[in-house]
């Protein structure tokens, strides 16, 4: 996950956090639990995951172990890095509304 971010992760938070989107923060706060485990099993279904192969009804893992390699790695990085906007987005929304703010 380091490579898909960089290296200090301070720096990293900050520069996923301002690139997130007004509109974004609104659609990932209008979404519960049910949407993010359909958005991660969507995830895990494209091809570019290898996480698993589509066979009909349900999703297998693949034959092989999958190689994280830099193509990997350059391949699934916006993936990585949408994924931890949508949690700090939506962790600050659900500690905001449990503190009443």
Not at 17 to 44: C, L, R, Y
Not at 77 to 94: C, F, N, S
Request: a negative charge; hydrophobic letters at 40%; proline letters at 4%.
């Amino acid at each position: 996950m380091l490579k898909a971010v960089g290296e200090d992760v301070g720096e990293a938070a900050n520069e996923l956090m301002q690139t997130i989107m007004p509109a974004k923060i609104e659609s990932w706060t209008h979404s519960g639990p049910v949407d993010w485990a359909n958005e991660s099993f969507t995830i895990a279904e494209q091809a570019q995951t290898q996480y698993c192969i589509r066979q009909g009804a349900s999703c297998d893992q693949p034959a092989e172990k999958v190689k994280i390699d830099a193509t990997y790695v350059a391949a699934n990085t916006p993936i990585v890095r949408e994924q931890l906007q949508k949690a700090g987005v939506r962790l600050a929304h659900l500690l905001d509304a449990a503190l009443g703010k």
